[in-house]
């Protein structure tokens, strides 16, 4: 075999090893993204609960919903400073701490969901408080809504923040 015939075939080979790699490459791109997207479905799930719980806590004290997101930061309002929500949170999907409202029938907010119109990964499986995730098309309409006994879920209507 000629020195030349030797060269080209070492670049062939070198070409081969170059397409299979970038193809790897691409598909470890591919699963990375589609981890992190899961794990911030995951952070979704967990920080709108917190919002639902801090929502049902002050409900539970008050007998009514808050006026905003930040009543359930600090109230004030007792001898000793009540807490209801340690922060609010971001919303991963969006990364901003701007969370679409959901309406109480009477005034104030019962339930927080996320502005991001990207699909869910995640159509299944859901705790029984987040059943109704499983229609979702879009993340904006995961819903973390706190509807006390004798109140139907139903009846929110929301509200842009």
């Known amino acids: ?17 170059v397409a299979i790699a970038g193809a790897g490459l691409a598909a470890f791109a591919d699963i990375a993204s589609h981890t992190s997207q899961r794990e911030k479905e995951a952070e979704l799930l967990f920080r709108g609960d917190q919002f639902r719980q801090g929502i049902a806590a002050y409900y539970k004290k008050e007998q009514r919903y808050p006026q905003s997101l930040d009543a359930l930061l600090l109230d004030k309002r007792y001898p000793m400073p009540v807490r209801h929500l340690r922060r609010l949170y971001p919303d991963p999907m969006t990364g901003a701490a701007d969370w679409g409202l959901v309406e109480a029938p009477g005034g104030g907010v019962m ?37 006390p006994p004798g109140l139907p879920a139903g009846v929110e209507k929301s509200k842009p923040k």
């Open 111 to 147: 339930g927080v969901y996320s502005k991001s119109d990207a699909p869910p990964i995640k159509t299944g499986n859901f705790s029984l408080k987040d059943a109704d995730f499983d229609k979702a098309q879009t993340y904006a309409h995961w819903k973390f809504i706190h509807s």
């Open 1 to 17: 075999m000629s020195a030349g015939r030797a060269r080209g075939f070492t670049y062939l080979g070198f070409l081969l090893f």
